[in-house]
């Protein structure tokens, strides 16, 4: 990546609209804020609030209309094609509500795809026993509950070991006891693996165990706070 700037990544003055004329929804709208290295970052607010949006052009899936997002000194709308999918490939790590596991490969085969993009990958096998997958590496995922599927997503995208690991809603699908398994994984891997963790979620109560929280409202930051005081996602309750 780029030389070292204040902040690992930085978001400034985006805008973002879908449609024209009559159709036309502004979705973001003027929006910024800064993430640090090895940050949990939450991007907090309601549906329709612009949190996917903000997630996909991180990602470098979608762009922005003005405004740009730096990462490590390197403008990602400065980025062609070839170099924007590399940057996915080596520096992203994306874990989804739905899991798109591959169906006819094992768990330990499903998290060994995201090995061959890396030129550095974790170690699988620490990596499986600290997913608590050790067990189940030679199921398929239709042996798999829906937390441990979500794991495996993880696995997937985090074995690549990339700088920035996006969540977006990783909890949606899962029941609470679930939701709360995975978020304690979340908070393990941020702390073994220092990857900056980017996760939009409605979920107010997961702000708490986050070092960084933005809440979103119509397209605008409405707060940028950090916590002093985090708690741990075993102690969370909604």
């Known amino acids: 990546m780029g030389e070292n700037y204040q902040h690992f990544m930085e978001v400034h003055d ?17 929006l910024s804020f800064s993430v640090d290295r090895g940050e949990f970052c939450v991007l907090l607010g309601p549906s329709g609030s ?16 003005s405004g740009y997002v730096m990462i490590d000194g390197d ?29 006819n490969l094992s768990v330990r085969e499903n998290i060994e795809v995201g090995a061959y993009l890396s030129d550095h990958p974790l170690d699988i096998d620490d990596l499986l026993k600290t997913l608590g997958l050790w067990e189940h590496r030679h199921k398929m995922p239709n042996q798999l509950s829906g937390g441990q599927q979500q794991r495996v997503s993880i696995g997937r995208a985090i074995v690549k070991n990339p700088d920035i690991l996006l969540c977006d809603e990783p909890t949606g699908a899962l029941d609470y006891t679930t939701s ?21 979620t409605h979920n107010e ?34």
């Open 180 to 200: 709360k398994e995975i978020l304690q994984l979340i908070e393990e891997v941020n702390r073994k693996y220092g990857n900056t963790i980017i996760m939009v």
């Open 75 to 103: 403008r990602l709308g400065n980025m062609n094609e070839k170099a924007l999918s590399l940057y996915r490939r080596r520096h992203l790590g994306y874990v989804f509500q739905l899991y798109n596991l591959i169906a």
């Open 14 to 30: 985006l805008y973002k609209s879908f449609g024209s004329g009559d159709t036309r929804q502004d979705v973001l709208r003027g």
């Open 50 to 65: 612009g949190k996917s949006t903000l997630l996909n052009i991180i990602g470098g899936i979608d762009s922005a209309d």
């Open 205 to 238: 109560p997961i702000q708490q165990m986050a070092d960084h929280v933005i809440k979103l409202r119509d397209g605008v930051v409405r707060t940028d706070t950090r916590n002093e005081t985090k708690i741990h996602a075993s102690e969370l309750e909604w």
